[in-house]
Nanobody, 114 residues
Framework: QVQLVESGGGLVQAGGSLRLSCAAS????????MAWYRQAPGKERELVAT???????NYADSVKGRFTISRDNARNTVALQMNNLKPEDTAVYYC????????WGQGTEVTVSS
């Protein structure tokens, strides 16, 4: 079954940390650049971080220095370590391919209180 399953979200105070995980089916993951996206209430979905198949990464300016994306090519998983969280990081977080999108998963909700 072709799918993306995100987990790890929750409620955290500003300055705290969370680690998000994404389990992808092999047909979605294998050989493709992957990314984390987020959608805040009332806003469009935005790209947060990208990781190429070889491990090169890129980040939105708003999260640079605070978030770290990683992937495990043996397990078809992508992770997002989020440190020094801010209230403006509050959103539903999704993983997907970077360029050729697959069907979206359910996402995982992150709420950062001030």
């Amino acid at each position: 079954q072709v799918q993306l399953v995100e987990s790890g979200g929750g409620l955290v105070q500003a300055g705290g940390s969370l680690r998000l995980s994404c389990a992808a089916s092999q047909s979605i993951f294998s050989g493709y650049p992957m990314a984390w996206y987020r959608q805040a209430p009332g806003k469009e979905r935005e790209l947060v971080a990208t990781i190429m198949n070889g491990g090169a990464t890129n980040y939105a300016d708003s999260v640079k220095g605070r978030f770290t994306i990683s992937r495990d090519n043996a397990r078809n998983t992508v992770a997002l370590q989020m440190n020094n969280l801010k209230p403006e990081d509050t959103a539903v977080y999704y993983c997907n391919r970077r360029y050729t999108l697959a069907s979206w998963g359910q996402g995982t909700e992150v709420t950062v209180s001030s």
